[in-house]
């Protein structure tokens, strides 16, 4: 009880203090205006002088008077001398860990938020691309971009055009439909930074199952979202594609 109660008790006798200090002043004002009202006579200027003085020495042994109690009853308490964080208390310590943790953990949960938000729209496109990670089953078919390359190397004229109707009967958006800059054996849906999701579901539309990151090369021929290329061991476009 005394540990709790004890920082307020000092902070009444701080202010008892205060107001004792400001009954001085206004003391000492009172005895200005008698000393004005006396008229200036030597004898009365003695008088109020002596009677000044002797006020002053009283006021200011009550005040020291006062000062000593509180001190011997802080010490009592086992409160003086000690720093802010014993005059609190127990109760009073419990309260301020609670509001570091608080805080602390408001502060560890706006982080990680950040941070999550900074994963997700990391990596932007190039092109075409949206620059978002795309997350999800299902993309609409109209909010992709894709080109189609014949990597055969000339073996089969005509494939990528092939490929590309397929797409575009699904509703893709077709970008760009030539010849591949080199030759493929494997075919390859190759994608822009944050477009992996993208290139799996158009992999699946034409039965591609291999999937990549775009090559300089390949961008440098198109610039797509997503590239499907065509390699001379490519399996039959699926049914109804």
């Not at 107001?19 to 205006?33: E, G």
């Not at 020495?57 to 720093?83: H, M, T, Y």
């Not at 990597?151 to 010849?179: F, H, P, R, S």
Request: with cysteine.
């Amino acid at each position: 009880m005394i540990e709790t109660v004890g920082p307020y008790a000092g902070f009444v006798a701080v202010f008892g203090l205060a107001v004792l200090s400001m009954l001085c002043f206004s003391m000492a004002r009172d005895i200005r205006r008698l000393r004005e009202w006396a008229g200036g006579a030597p004898e009365r200027d003695a008088e109020v002088r002596e009677v000044s003085e002797l006020v002053a020495e009283e006021r200011s042994e009550e005040i020291k008077v006062l000062a000593d109690r509180e001190q011997r009853r802080l010490q009592r308490a086992g409160l003086a001398g000690g720093s802010y964080w014993d005059r609190l208390g127990r109760t009073g310590r419990i309260l301020a860990v609670i509001a570091v943790v608080v805080v602390v953990g408001a502060a560890a949960a706006f982080a990680a938020t950040s941070l999550m938000s900074d994963d997700s729209g990391s990596g932007g496109g190039a092109g075409t691309g949206s620059g978002k990670n795309r997350t999800g089953s299902e993309i609409p078919p109209g909010q992709v971009q894709v080109a189609v390359l014949n990597g055969t190397g000339g073996v089969e004229t005509g494939i990528a055009a092939e490929y590309a109707n397929a797409l575009e009967q699904k509703g893709y958006q077709l970008g760009t439909v030539t010849d591949a800059p080199t030759t493929f054996t494997d075919s390859v849906v190759m994608y822009q930074p944050g477009e992996k999701t993208a290139a799996k579901q158009v992999g699946a539309d034409v039965g591609v199952k291999q999937t990549g990151a775009v090559t300089s090369e390949v961008a440098g021929t198109a610039s797509a979202m997503v590239t499907v290329v065509i390699g001379t061991g490519h399996g039959e476009l699926p049914s109804g594609g």
